[in-house]
């Protein structure tokens, strides 16, 4: 609408026309910050849990250098590819996610109400049970007898283990859980990567200095590790180092990244850099997630034929020892 000749305040206005209610409301308030003498980017930066710290950057970027409509043409592309490439990993992760919840509740419909009538159907034989039987039947007791007990455990430590998360010991655990837990962490670096470098591209190529756009990724970022490496980095650029500097000391920045970047400072283009490396690393993560989905299916197959293969041994292994007694 901008491009088209509205007004920022009207197209606000109309832009506020949308079914979601939360969000009209926010936009009204934008619209009278507006009316009231208020630049977009303070009428933002009102509502952070709406727009994010990178996006009020861009727009104060914009406004500075009287290029809104082209930052904002960009600031919607990059949040077309952030959505994307975020639905891609939550996409990934449904289908597995559903089977193991569905094998959960199946082997606890079992265990509850499957086999405690076979269970006195062997009581009353008296015969000696294999191993494998009795270790199903001391199952069922204890998920019968503890039920809630056990249920009530489960919530208290993952309660315990959210409020520890919340020290600074635990968010620092947590932080570094996420970047080297096996198979995953891998993934969640890339993840992360592909991130830093989608938002340094939007904010370098909408004219942020790129200490201040170091800045404003640090404080969008949640993981302390990579939080401290990008506090690092704006020290060292405000030495004057170089990007690669202080980047190549942590292992989580690969020398690819470091080189790449450092290029494009010299050359002009860190923008461009940084885009070039997102899209690499989204590649990579899109990679990844294909592969894992790939062999997750027969593993959880697999897995699955295990646990019902021993539940049909326990329960029939008696039953053809109790024929042959015949």
């Known amino acids: 609408m901008l491009k088209a000749g509205v007004g920022i305040t009207q197209a606000i206005d109309i832009a506020a026309e949308t079914p979601n209610l939360r969000l009209r409301r926010v936009l009204r308030e ?87 009538p076979i269970k ?31 249920l009530l455990g489960l919530v208290g430590l993952i309660v315990i283990y959210r409020l520890w998360l919340l020290t600074r010991s635990g968010r620092l655990f947590g932080s570094y859980l996420a970047l080297n837990f096996p198979l995953f962490g891998v993934l969640a670096r890339q993840v992360y990567l592909a991130r830093f470098n989608r938002t340094m591209a939007l904010l370098v190529g909408a004219g942020v200095p790129i200490i201040e756009a170091v800045e404003i990724v640090t404080d969008s970022t949640t993981n302390v590790i990579f939080k401290k490496s990008l506090t690092d980095l ?44 997102a ?4 590649n990579e993560v899109d990679s990844r997630l294909r592969t894992f989905s790939a062999l997750l299916e027969p593993f959880i197959i697999t897995l699955l034929g295990v646990a019902v293969a021993f539940i049909i041994i ?13």
């Open 279 to 282: 899209d690499y690393f989204e």
């Open 120 to 150: 006195e159907i062997f009581a009353s034989t008296g015969s000696e049970l294999p191993l494998s039987t009795r270790a199903l039947l001391k199952t069922t007791d204890i998920i019968g007898d503890y039920w809630i007990w056990l």
């Open 30 to 116: 934008i619209s009278a910050s507006l009316e009231n003498g208020f630049p977009l980017s303070v009428a933002m930066s009102g509502h952070p849990k709406v727009f994010p710290v990178v996006e009020v950057g861009v727009v104060r970027a914009g406004e500075a250098t009287g290029s809104l409509v082209r930052v904002l043409q960009d600031l919607a592309i990059s949040a077309e590819r952030s959505a994307e490439f975020v639905s891609k990993v939550r996409g990934a992760m449904i289908y597995p996610t559903f089977i193991i919840v569905v094998m959960i509740i199946v082997g606890v419909i079992i265990l509850t109400r499957v086999i405690p």
């Open 314 to 326: 326990s329960v029939l292994q008696p039953i053809y020892n109790l024929t042959g007694e015949f």
């Open 234 to 277: 704006t020290r060292s650029l405000e030495q004057g180092s170089p990007i690669s500097v202080s980047l190549q000391n942590s292992r989580y920045f690969p020398r690819l990244m470091t080189q790449l970047l450092f290029v494009g400072q010299q050359s002009g283009d860190l923008g461009g850099a940084a885009g070039t490396l």
